[in-house]
Structure formats: C-alpha cells, structure tokens
C-alpha cells in the first residue's frame, strides 16, 4: 500500500508529516511490543488492541 512512497521522495516526506512521531515504523517497533507481551510484562494483558503506529491512531 506505501510501496509509491519509495519511489517519490516528496510523497514521502509528506507522509512522514501526518505520523507525530515524525519517521517511519521499522521492524524493531513491532519486535519490542511482541517481546513485552511474550515475556512476563505482558503476563496480565489480556484481549486489547495497541497499535504500533507512531500516533497516527490518536490524531485520527
């Protein structure tokens, strides 16, 4: 679906403008949230949705 953006520099940095966190997710954003809840941090989480998505979910 974003695969446009990397062939067009200025659609891309115009993407980055609507996350807050201002960068693109890596997959290392996704490892921390799946390591937290496959360890015992997570061990009392249960049925919820956390989006991993640099706070596009709140501003929308």
């Known amino acids: 679906m974003t695969e ?5 520099q200025k659609a ?3 993407e980055l ?3 807050p966190m ?3 997710g890596e997959a290392t954003d996704i490892a921390g ?6 360890s015992q ?3 009392f989480i249960t049925g919820q949705i956390i ?10």
Do not use: Y
């Open 4 to 8: 446009f953006l990397s062939n067009d």
């Open 33 to 38: 949230v799946a390591i937290m809840l496959a």
């Open 17 to 19: 403008q609507t996350i």
């Open 12 to 14: 891309f940095e115009e």
């Open 51 to 60: 989006p991993v998505d640099g706070g596009t979910s709140v501003v929308n």
């Open 22 to 24: 201002r960068r693109w």
């Open 41 to 43: 941090a997570g061990a």
